[in-house]
């Protein structure tokens, strides 16, 4: 084999690849596991017993269902932002050691000593700088990738190459439109549930309009290069630190997006917490919250006092609107991420796994996530988000 022509990889054609393809190893006794968990990929751990690394592959359909037809150029593009970011924050993302264009295919770091932050949060941990580390990490990819820092001719070279229609069309369909109005019968309700989602989202005229506003910032706001998919799957975490894997819904969007993601799989997690009797991780979760917010603003504000180059845009309420801007979208993609999350099919294990109290936690969420989408600019007059939650019992 000379892997001078695509084919989808098993485990077999993969260690003949590292073999032909690269000098990692020097033994030919290499252990092949697929260990990919996602909707749409393959992903490869090859080992020989002491090293290993990883290698992401994509097919011409979605893992989950051949019904998605995806370019195969997801992962090559994947690769390429992720070297991107790791301009700006090398130690939080993982390393890269190949990208071919033939194969379609990245090599990269294996994080085995890092476990998915879903999980983590599930079994109870605390990690004392997520909450610092994830707004260091929005602060720098999404402000350093926008026009007040990167020149306009390279921001459009680079959005050029980030351009990603079909991701972007999933994410169009599956977060600002299918949950709304159910059109291809995706949305996967229970029964006392599906009488408060009528109620409060199908019936919610203002509630549409606004998601429409929303749609169509997403389809032409054009702002940083973002990660597109950040929940608490796409990043890995010890005890030492965190990496963001996974960006391939990104490309050069509303910076908003990626905060607002973490934002709603933040009260996921708070969910699963509290009613799992979890209180001291519970509170520590809203401290987090609080410290992702606080942590972008002022990591934000402080590179765009210092390196706004352009006179036009280094004026402090152009500076400060803009910042608040970021963080009203953020508060509306919350409210998206949430409801998706909870009508669409992709549902969250933190919401599943609750057994008598999911439909009361659900109706709550679901309540909070309908006003951040209506009323973005009222959640200031609130102490935090966690209160404006309470609110909505
Ligand atoms: P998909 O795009 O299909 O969602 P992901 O990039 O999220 O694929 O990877 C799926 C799973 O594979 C992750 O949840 C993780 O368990 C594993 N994985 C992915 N990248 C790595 C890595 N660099 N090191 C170790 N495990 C990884
Ligand atoms: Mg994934
Ligand atoms: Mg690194
Ligand atoms: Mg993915």
């Known amino acids: 084999m000379n892997f001078d022509e695509y084919f989808l990889m098993d485990e077999q054609a993969v260690s003949a690849y590292i073999k032909y393809k690269t000098t990692l190893f020097e033994t030919d006794d290499l252990t092949v596991t697929e260990i990919g968990d996602g909707n749409l ?7 020989d017993g002491e090293r290993s690394v990883i ?29 991107a970011h790791s301009r ?32 983590a949060l599930q079994d109870g941990q605390l990690f004392p700088f997520l909450g610092e580390e994830l707004g260091r990490y929005l602060a720098e990819t999404l402000i350093r990738t ?4 990167m020149p306009a001719k390279e921001k459009k070279a680079l959005q050029k190459e980030m351009i990603n229609p079909e991701l972007c069309e999933i994410t169009e369909d599956l977060v600002y439109t299918e949950p709304f109005y159910n059109n291809f019968n995706r949305n996967e309700l229970s029964e006392d549930l599906a009488a408060v989602v009528d109620r409060i989202v199908y019936q919610d005229s203002a509630l549409k309009a606004a998601v429409a506003q929303a749609k169509l910032k997403f389809l032409n706001k054009a702002e940083s290069l973002i990660h597109g998919d950040l929940h608490s799957g796409s ?7 965190l990496k963001v894997i996974d960006p391939e819904f990104g490309f050069f969007g509303p910076a908003g997006y990626d905060l607002g993601n973490i934002i709603a799989h933040l009260f996921f ?8 009797g979890r209180v001291e991780q519970a509170l520590w979760i809203e401290r987090t919250l609080d410290e992702v917010l606080r942590t972008f603003r002022s990591q934000a504000l402080s590179i765009l006092q210092r390196e706004t180059i352009d006179v036009a845009l280094r004026d402090a309420s152009i500076i400060a ?3 608040n801007e970021i963080e009203k979208d953020a508060y509306i993609v919350a409210g998206l991420e949430i409801i998706r999350r909870i009508v669409w099919i992709a549902k969250v294990s933190d919401i599943t ?3 008598d109290d999911r439909t009361r936690a659900e109706t709550q969420l679901l309540r909070f996530a309908v006003f951040l989408i209506k009323y973005p600019e009222q959640v200031r007059a609130y102490s935090s988000l966690f209160t404006l939650l309470d609110s909505s019992k």
């Open 41 to 47: 990929n393959y992903v490869f751990r090859v080992s």
């Open 146 to 149: 926008s026009d007040f820092i």
């Open 321 to 323: 609107g803009f910042i």
């Open 269 to 276: 997690a708070h969910t699963h917490a509290s009613s799992s």
């Open 353 to 355: 796994s609750l057994e």
């Open 88 to 119: 700006y924050v090398p130690d939080l993302v993982p390393d890269i050691i190949l990208i071919d264009p033939v194969m379609k295919c990245v090599i990269m770091e294996d994080l085995k000593d890092y476990t998915i932050l879903r999980t």
């Open 55 to 83: 290698v992401k592959h994509s097919g011409h359909t979605a893992r989950i269902s051949d019904e998605f037809v995806l370019s195969t150029d997801r992962t090559i593009r994947e690769g390429h932002l992720i070297q």
């Open 235 to 241: 990043i890995f975490i010890n005890k030492s630190g």
